[in-house]
């Protein structure tokens, strides 16, 4: 990197430069003062090579310092970026988490990785509200935590935005809570087969194996491969049920891409959809 090339750093290395310049200077000065008594000429020569190299090797230091630094700046740039994405993603899903939810809704390994990065006003601990409205207290499902390095199934939370965009027919007598607590259960159910689909035999019931067997079977079909999913039959509430109420849930969730489903065999199976 040249001082002449118009980057941040040029103006402290022309000065560098112009001093590096001044010395040597000086130096040849000395060197033909010297000169006049040639007993002592080599030894100063000597001396004033090695300077010279020292100088040199220093100034060589200082431009590959600089160019590293400069070298830096788009990698940080698109981290910056990156960051800024997700704490975007991270406050529209704080906006729209429903006031019913159990205030470790979120106690995903996403959300504890990112928690440093929230401001402190977005605090998990304080105490929620029950969820009322049809006489529903969500409880903690007994879900066994992802195994390392399993990404936890989305919860893709939607906007009033997207549910005031539906026609009135679709929306009925739906609320932005409702559909929310819906959206939490169902991702449990993901991780509950998730973890039945990798959990070894001896630490599962005959029962319990033989559903594992089966959902190993569909989590191996082409459709399903690597997403996360859950059955039909997978549906027992609280927050959502094969009612009228959960239908209309289910119908407007596929609407709005929250996940999409397909039929393998006698099972009715709807796949997860990852926020873009």
């Known amino acids: 990197m040249d001082a002449g090339d118009g980057s941040p750093a040029a103006s402290p290395l022309d000065t560098l430069a112009a001093a590096f310049e001044s010395r040597v200077v000086e130096l040849q000065d000395l060197v033909l003062a010297r000169s006049m008594f040639p007993a002592t000429a080599l030894p100063d020569l000597a001396s004033v090579d090695a300077s010279v190299t020292a100088m040199e090797s220093r100034v060589q230091d200082i431009r ?8 830096a700046i788009p990698k940080a740039k698109k981290l910056i970026e990156r960051s800024l994405k997700q704490q975007e993603k991270l406050q529209h899903m704080l906006t729209n988490v429903p006031s019913g939810m159990h205030k470790d809704v979120f106690a995903t390994h996403l959300e504890q990785s990112s928690s440093r990065m929230l401001p402190e006003c977005f605090n998990f601990s304080s105490s929620v509200p029950e969820y009322n409205e049809c006489e529903l207290k969500i409880k903690e499902e007994p879900v066994a935590a992802p195994k390392k390095g399993r ?37 449990s159910y993901a991780d509950a087969n998730a ?64 996940f999409h489903e397909t039929r393998i065999g006698h099972h009715r199976v709807f796949i997860l959809s990852k926020q873009a």
């Open 64 to 71: 590959r310092c600089l160019q590293e630094e400069l070298d």
């Open 151 to 187: 990404a936890p199934a989305p919860r893709w939370y939607i906007s009033a935005e997207e549910l005031d965009s539906l026609s009135s027919y679709m929306r009925g007598r739906l609320t932005l809570e409702k559909v929310n607590i819906a959206i939490n259960e169902v991702a």
């Open 195 to 258: 973890h039945l689909v990798t959990c070894p035999k001896i630490k599962l019931s005959e029962d319990m194996w033989d559903k594992a067997l089966e959902l190993r079977d569909i989590a191996k079909t082409e459709a399903v491969k690597g997403k996360p999913f859950f059955l039909e039959v997978d549906i027992k509430g609280p927050g959502l049920k094969l009612d009228n109420t959960g239908k209309a849930i289910l119908t407007v969730l596929r609407h709005l891409g929250r």
